[in-house]
């Protein structure tokens, strides 16, 4: 295996120091402030930049198995890899819904032969119907510690807590899209004033609080653990939040267009800017950035959500949910952080660790099928790692992504702060910004 | 202000700038009262004539030829206004034009038309105007007055009835009214 | 906000000033004395191509398009997208890029999506495009039509004319709608136009039938409908689709001719020059009495005649001119 020499970056780690990090052998061997160069060792100069765990993204839709037009399991994780992550988590909304051991088999080998660790999560009801529950300790025996329906949530409260209290034993976690279905019909954006005006059925901000309120409550009941999937009101997320705070087994992610778009986008019926959850009024824009200013929020996920271009050139009530996210999440963290002024640790807090230990992929968790991921960059944990370079300015041009899809949110935007660098499994994936 | 350089939308945003004025208000009654006695002249049955104005430019040399006729002949002489835009032929070329009313209340058919318009120029106007009348009745004639020919035409028109020729060139602008004939430029021309 | 449509699209009556709504107006006089001809033709677009794409069907507002475009002397693609091959699904950039690969000037589109005029519009940016109704956003022609009839009749009433009188009897003059706003692009296109116009509008409705966030809209909520048909100098009735007029949104259609309904004896609270609108085509018996279809009073008939001069006048004033700016 290859070994390099991460030279005098922002060392993000216990303590956040300038300093090198010395690589060998598949796993960190050495931090401190001076690391003598071994020979034959290939040396990165990171001033400037943040050095810490490599990104986990709770939340990836890759396509495969059934729509390999948009995304394949190969395309997503180099995406991925370029956006700084090192491991991500798949949801089972592929066709079939990964739903059985064979399903999330084929996943976790194909992941295996890209540069990253890609890890399953498994769906909590056959098809994703909301019926009958999936073989869900199968699954888990394979090493799957994530369970959601995404796309939809669980919409039967009785079969959401009968699926926490068998989940719990298995010291799995139940992520739950938070929708109820009925008060979201037919809806295709965010409910208010700029939908009613557009002739667009909306999406109430109760849809989504109703079901969390729920879940936090069937919680308490079972004592069964929920990951509540991109939280995009005020209210829901005070809601996990306080959950939280009474010691209940919750956690929350927020997703990158969340906290950086808000409904008027939709102002002009373009479906790259239809998503579920819808994109919220302003209002909830800030709170949402107020609270992982607050160290608040758990997790930024992407919901990354590729679509062929022809699908999002349907009409708008016709077109699918969801838009591209793995490719620059980062920049967005940062700068919904304060750009130059965020906190280093937050940032991944956010990005790394905080997802690491919610899709158990930390040392400690001893993840079953791929590296740890999400450490505090100590001597023998897994290499892992990402180089991000908070002056790099960027513009989004969708033909450039890495993801099979365009279907970016962000095209001609630009960005600050890139990741040059993905260390991965030990190998170097991505380096001054290029695949390798 | 009635300006009439053609084409007409190019002095839809005005910016006409005066250099001189070559009539008064006293010079265009004169040639008003002329040119209605070289009509009566022409004309011998006058219960057939009608007078028809281009809209806008035509409009009030219209109005004071058919007071003229009236008085001098006594014979009932009706009076309509025509708006050309619809006909134009170079619609697709220039930005659009606003409309004006048309107001025809008698049939043009075998009557005498007597067309009006501010200043004859390209010709272009007088075209539409004649497709126009077409889509109204057969007249028995059509005939022209202007109170302005400036040379320049790129049709086979000419007018019966002239208040004024004056030779131009083609960057100059001219500017008829009731009030006078001014000429001067097109300040947004060439640009 | 756009002051005139000149060279522009026409997608919705939102984003349109006082200005450019009365210049369609006025432009569509020209088009009303045009229409009372003998030849009732103009050569204004001749050598244009106009494609009308109906993805719901729609005959009245189609007929009244496509004898516009040809009054106007445009050739008329017609295609009936509704019964033909293209079906919910296909992207509307291919059936888009299919007909302009014929060379259009002008589509004029109707579609059961909100935002689909816009969409293409984005696909053939060369292409003026025409909404004729998209989902429930907006009707802009409908809109202005609607406008447009009620001056005239005010202007006649005032012994002047509708050119005459620009936005004058717009200014403080009462509009009530009753019925589905909810699910109305024709209230929608309404309630912008007669607000940009001056009018003062209010809305009549169960609450189930009235847009979310509607205290945010330029218009009132009447709190009791008689007193608005007695308060109304003008009344806009919708059009209540049947299939919304059960379940969920109101028990019955019986119970909504019951408390919105304008029936003969709610038309007796109407003042005598009090005008009836109505979109079309109407359900008789259950937002409007047939007897009350049938009085004076109901400028339904000339709303349809109205609708060719204000379609010519769009499609003049989006298709006729180059977009080369003078001096260019």
Known sequence: MSSFLLRQGLVVGVSTFIGDVLVQDGQISEVAAHVEAPSGVKVIDATGCWVGPGFVDLHTHLREPGREAAETIESGARAAAMGGYTAIVAMPNTEPALDNVSLVSYVLDRGARTPIDVAVAGAITVGRHGELLAPLAEMAALGVRLFTDDGMGVQDSLLMRRALTYARPLGVRLAQHCEDDRLAAGGSMNEGVVSARLGLVGRPALAEELMVLRDIELVRLTGGAVHFLHLSTARSLALVIAARNEGLPVSGEVAPHHFTLDETACEDFDAVFKVHPPLRPVADVTALRSAMVAGLVDAVATDHAPHAPELKDLPFDEAPAGMLGLEHAAALTYEALGGQTSDPSQFFSLMSRGPARIAQLRAQDRPLRHGSHGGDLVAGDDANLVIFDPTIDWTVQREALQSRAMNTPYEGRTLHGRVRTTIAKGELVVHEGQLS | MTSSNEPLARNAGGGFVEKSRLLGADDIQRALRRMAHEIVERNTDLSRLSIIGLQKGGEPFAVTLAANLREISGAQIPLGLLDVTFYRDDLASNPVPTTSATQIDHDLTDRTIVVVDDVLYTGRTIRAALNALSDWGRPRSVQLAVMVDRGHRELPIRPDYVGKNLPTAQSEAIVATIEGVWIGSLGEQHA | ?328
């Open chain 3, 1 to 328: 906000m756009l002051d005139t449509i000149r060279g522009s699209n026409l997608l919705t009556l939102a984003d349109l000033s006082r200005d450019a709504l009365v210049e369609v107006l006025d432009t569509a006089e020209s088009f009303v004395e045009v229409n009372q001809r003998a030849i009732k033709k103009v050569p204004t677009l001749k050598g244009r191509v106009v494609a009308s794409l109906f993805y719901e069907e729609s005959t009245r507002t189609r007929l009244s398009f496509e004898t516009a475009a040809k009054r106007l002397s445009a050739d008329v693609l017609s295609l009936a997208v509704a019964s033909s091959s293209v079906k919910k699904g296909e992207s509307l950039r291919d059936t888009i890029a299919t007909i302009d690969a014929l060379g259009i000037d002008g589509v004029i589109m109707r579609h059961q999506s909100s935002g689909a005029a816009q969409q293409v519009s984005r696909y053939v940016p060369h292409v003026r495009v025409i909404n004729a109704g998209d989902g429930l956003h907006q009707h802009p022609t409908q809109g202005l039509l609607d406008a447009f009839s009620v001056r005239q009749v005010l202007a006649q009433r005032r012994g002047t004319t509708g050119l005459e009188s620009g936005s004058e009897l717009f200014q403080g003059l009462r509009v009530l709608l009753v019925g589905d706003i909810r699910h109305s692009r024709v209230a929608r296109s309404d309630i912008a136009a007669f607000c940009a116009l001056g009018a003062e509008v209010r809305v009549a409705a169960p609450g189930t039938l009235l847009p979310d966030e509607i205290a945010q809209w330029p218009v009132t909520v009447s709190q009791n409908f008689d007193e608005a048909l007695e308060w109304a100098d003008v009344v806009g009735l919708l059009r209540l689709q049947r299939e919304r007029g059960t379940g969920s949104f109101v028990p019955s259609l019986s119970e909504f001719t019951a408390t919105y309904g304008l029936t003969v004896e709610r038309a007796r609270r109407l003042r005598p020059s009090t005008l009836i609108m109505h979109p079309g085509p109407m359900n008789r018996g259950v937002e409007i009495d047939s007897r009350v279809a049938d009085l004076p009073a109901a400028i339904i008939t000339r709303q349809v005649t109205n609708g060719v001069p204000i379609r010519m006048a769009v499609l003049y004033l989006t298709i006729a001119g180059s977009s080369v700016e003078v001096g260019q």
